[in-house]
């Protein structure tokens, strides 16, 4: 069974703060995603990383797939009021018919 | 476009009633996937399908069934539901290929009293 873990579970900092959220497994997949959900939607993609190593970034966000991998971490710089919600990561293994699972989430809370 | 619409957007049960609930999409996507999303578990993937007629289990099936009679349909359906069940349900579909970026809809509010 693929199971991805993120940490941690909730983060609550003040405005102009740093962060980063992770996301572990000991499965590899052939791609990561993050998204964000707000209260009452679904969630929205962010970004998808594919390739080992790669890192990409979103404005303040930056986002990284392990060399493996198995991981990615979401890094918010200066973070803002605006970007309190729930951060998702979600794994696809080619390999497994299709499956797109996701980790249980880290709630945000950035207070003004 | 549309994107992805679940209907209905809220509904509660009695223990024991069936429903089913839908998931259209209109972007031509292969695979398509169901969730239940409760407090501090993320998304658990309940079933999916990787094209028309293929439906699979995913990690929390028990107690539902899918069809996947046309390709911008996904239904999932409740037989017997249970208070277990009360849940807040998304309906996803992507590509088949490259990222596989997934698009969700609303969500339906699902409670079983």
């Known amino acids: 069974t693929q199971l991805l873990e993120q940490s941690p579970q909730f983060l609550s900092i003040q405005e102009g703060e740093n962060l980063t959220v992770y996301c572990n497994s000991s499965s590899v997949f052939s791609s990561l995603q993050w998204y964000r959900q707000e209260p009452g939607e679904g969630p929205v993609l962010l970004v998808t990383?594919?390739?080992?190593?790669e890192v990409k970034k979103l404005k303040r966000l930056t986002f990284q797939f392990g060399d493996a991998r198995k991981d990615s971490s979401l890094h918010i710089t200066a973070a803002q009021p605006g970007d309190t919600g729930l951060y998702l990561c979600a794994g696809a293994d080619d390999n497994q018919g299709g499956k797109l699972i996701f980790g249980q989430g880290t709630e945000l809370s950035v207070k003004p | 476009n549309a994107g992805v619409t679940q209907t209905p957007k809220f509904r509660v049960l009695k223990t024991g009633q069936s429903m089913t609930l839908l998931c259209a999409q209109d972007?031509?996507?292969?695979?398509m996937y169901w969730y239940r999303q409760d407090p501090g578990m993320g998304l658990r993937l309940i079933h999916y399908s990787v094209g028309e007629g293929t439906t699979a289990k995913g990690e929390v099936p028990d107690g539902y069934n899918v069809s996947r009679l046309k390709k911008q349909n996904f239904l999932l359906g409740l037989e017997s539901a249970a208070p277990s069940q009360t849940s807040v349900y998304f309906c996803?579909?992507?590509?088949?290929?490259?990222?596989?970026?997934?698009?969700f809809g609303q969500g339906t509010r699902l409670t079983v009293v």
């Open positions: 990383v594919v390739t080992g190593g």
């Open positions: 996803a579909s992507s590509y088949s290929t490259g990222s596989r970026l997934a698009f």
């Open positions: 972007m031509n996507h292969e695979y």
